[in-house]
């Protein structure tokens, strides 16, 4: 089609757009085949090693199941929590102003730099045994949670921001001169704006939850049943030389994000028809 | 436009592949062709003696001018990447079943133990690390099942080298007189005890440190080692008590180089032993041992007095039903 253009009577700078557009697509297309897709086929191929049989062997052993409930539930309940704290700390940090902002504005992408191990032996310190704040929470699911809400507090955060930076102001002048209440006006205007990128930050927030292993590993404790999470008992399979188990279990972390970031770009589709 | 954008992808993708090929291929040719470097893959607690014997290596007339690449990290972790192909000379893990693992993909020979210390070139024993003053008074494997005491112990099933104190419990058991079922009834009870698994011995060991547990099952040179860098804990030796042995292999592509055989055979030297004492080893070398001050346990077992390695690796730690296994998943129900 790049050399049909060339030859067409169409002016000379068109040929170098489309073959460019076709290099662009070909890279991306060959980059993510190297970087995403081959490795998610073989991990896919991997866990179906042994037949389909020993893959649901791996995937319905008790232990298997109870950390998978508490990954899926924890990550649930994480997700929820940034959904809501996430766009309070956006709405402050564009709406407002206060002394120390910038700083605030900084620190918010610190969960990201941080190994995640160090930000496990951080919150063991802080909120383990010898706490020095007299809060113990250490090697419970509450410490699960708060583990996971510290790795993922900037997705719902920074998903937000910028749309709340470019949401015209008018139209909530407008509608407060008619004389909406603030609550009206945040419920009809401000958060159905919102609301995609608070969904895709959500989105994000959950899958990161789903696979997380290092900031848990320390502080969760670890206990089949109680406090194990799926990426640590993954972890153990593969110690234990039953690699086959771990993919398989694997697998199924990966499904399952992947059913909810597709649930939540269907329900962003349909919100979009059925909004006009 | 669909034909190119695939036929490109492909390019693009085989360009890469070739790209990687190149580089991956370079990395792992470039470290042992050389036939004077050597590459150690250890596991990490010998860190210090292995940088200190490597400098004394260096100072003999067999090491002189022989370069090492090291690379330290867990010992079954170790083991899995030499075994998909890290370049190796030589392996230095914590346990017998992790060397195992390379002679099973041919990259070690099957008669690697066929030396004169059965190829292990440093010991150590299980023991009860307790807090400061020992204030919870623990002595005796019984004394772990006293009520209201916590222990800390790795998961044996992610972590190989938690198996030593594992098999100890057990052994210890034996040792007193008691029968294999009662020795299993011990193994049971004693999780019991356990608050929670960390999945290694380092996370183990920072987990104790932040105040959980009255007592972690450790090694004594991880005790020894934890005492050097700071991180201040009494430790009580059982009287009964396993022998820990660290086992050290040539690979084939190191069994063809003079100098990876010269390093092995100076691990067994009454210098490079006297470094393991140093840093909290227990020599394999007797004449060596006796020169050090270390205590011998009254009823000091090896793996073989549990059954060897192979049995023991199946019967307690196999993966559905060992007997472990079994116990470990047992426990938060």
């Known amino acids: 089609m790049a050399s049909n253009a060339a030859a067409a009577p169409a002016p000379v700078g068109r040929a170098a757009p489309l073959a460019g557009r076709a290099l662009g697509r070909g890279l991306v297309a060959g980059y993510l085949t190297l970087i995403v897709l081959i490795p998610l086929a073989a991990l896919t191929w991997r866990s179906l090693e042994h037949g389909k049989g020993s893959f649901w062997d791996a995937v319905s052993q008790p232990e298997a199941v109870a950390a998978l409930k508490l990954t899926v539930v924890a990550s649930l309940v994480v997700a929820a929590i940034n959904a809501v704290v996430g766009t309070a700390i956006a709405w402050v940090l564009v709406r407002d102003s206060f002394v120390g902002k910038g700083v605030v504005n900084s620190v918010i992408d610190l969960p990201f730099a941080l190994p995640t191990i160090v930000a496990g032996l951080v919150l063991l310190t802080l909120y383990g045994p010898d706490s020095p704040l007299g809060i113990n929470i250490a090697f419970t699911r509450t410490a699960i949670v708060f583990a996971l809400l510290f790795v993922t507090l900037p997705f719902v955060v920074r998903a937000v921001q910028p749309v709340l930076l470019e949401l015209d102001r008018e139209m909530e002048e407008a509608a407060e001169s008619l004389g909406a209440r603030p609550l009206a006006v945040f419920r009809r205007i401000v958060f159905p704006n919102l609301l995609p990128a608070i969904l895709s930050g959500v989105a994000l927030a959950f899958a990161r939850a789903i696979g997380e292993f290092g900031s848990l590993v320390l502080i969760s404790g670890n206990l089949p049943y109680k406090t194990e999470v799926s990426s640590v008992y993954i972890f153990g399979r593969i110690q234990s030389q039953d690699p086959g188990a771990a993919a398989a279990m694997s697998v199924v972390l990966l499904l399952i994000s992947l059913a909810i970031l597709l649930l939540i770009g269907a329900f962003r589709h349909w919100r979009v028809k059925h909004a006009r | 436009m669909r034909v190119i954008w695939i036929g490109s992808a492909i390019a693009t993708a085989a360009a890469a592949t070739a790209a990687l090929a190149i580089f991956g291929g370079a990395a792992a040719s470039a470290a042992p062709q050389a036939s004077n470097s050597v590459a150690l893959v250890a596991y990490s607690t010998p860190k210090d003696a292995y940088t200190k014997i490597i400098s004394a290596f260096n100072g003999t007339s067999a090491g002189k001018g022989v370069s090492f690449t090291q690379s330290y ?125 960390p999945t290694s011995a380092r996370e183990a060991l920072t987990t104790f440190a932040s105040g959980k547990g009255d007592v972690l099952l450790d090694y004594e040179n991880d005790a020894i080692f934890a005492n050097k860098k700071g991180v201040h804990t009494d430790f009580v030796r059982p009287k009964q008590t396993i022998l820990i042995e660290n086992p050290v292999a040539l690979t084939k592509s190191g069994a063809k180089k003079p100098a990876a055989k010269a390093f092995v055979k100076y691990l067994t030297t009454p210098a490079a032993q006297r470094i393991f004492a140093q840093n909290g080893y227990r020599p394999v070398v007797k004449k060596i041992l006796k020169q050090t001050a270390y205590p011998n346990p009254k009823q000091l077992f090896t793996i073989a007095y549990v059954g060897g390695w192979a049995k023991v690796e199946k019967q307690f730690f196999g993966p559905k039903n060992g007997i472990v296994t079994k116990i470990i998943s047992s426990l938060g129900k």
């Not at chain 2, 807090?131 to 972590?159: E, F, M, Y």
């Not at chain 2, 030593?164 to 052994?171: C, L, N, P, Q, R």
């Open chain 2, 73 to 197: 990290g867990a010992s079954a972790d170790q083991a899995a990447a030499v075994a998909a192909g890290q370049p190796a000379d030589v392996v230095a893990l914590s346990l017998k079943p992790d060397i195992s693992t390379l002679v099973a993909k041919g990259i070690v020979a099957k008669n690697w133990q066929k030396t004169r210390y059965q190829a292990m070139v440093s010991d150590s024993i299980a023991v009860f690390i307790v807090r400061d003053g020992n204030p919870k008074h623990i002595h005796t494997w019984a004394d772990l099942l006293k009520p209201g005491i916590q222990v800390i112990t790795p998961n044996p099933i992610s972590s190989g080298g938690a198996r030593w104190d594992i098999m100890a419990a057990y052994g210890a058991q034996l040792k007193l007189g008691k029968t294999k079922k009662q020795a299993v009834a011990y193994l049971r009870k004693l999780f019991t005890h356990v608050p929670v698994l």
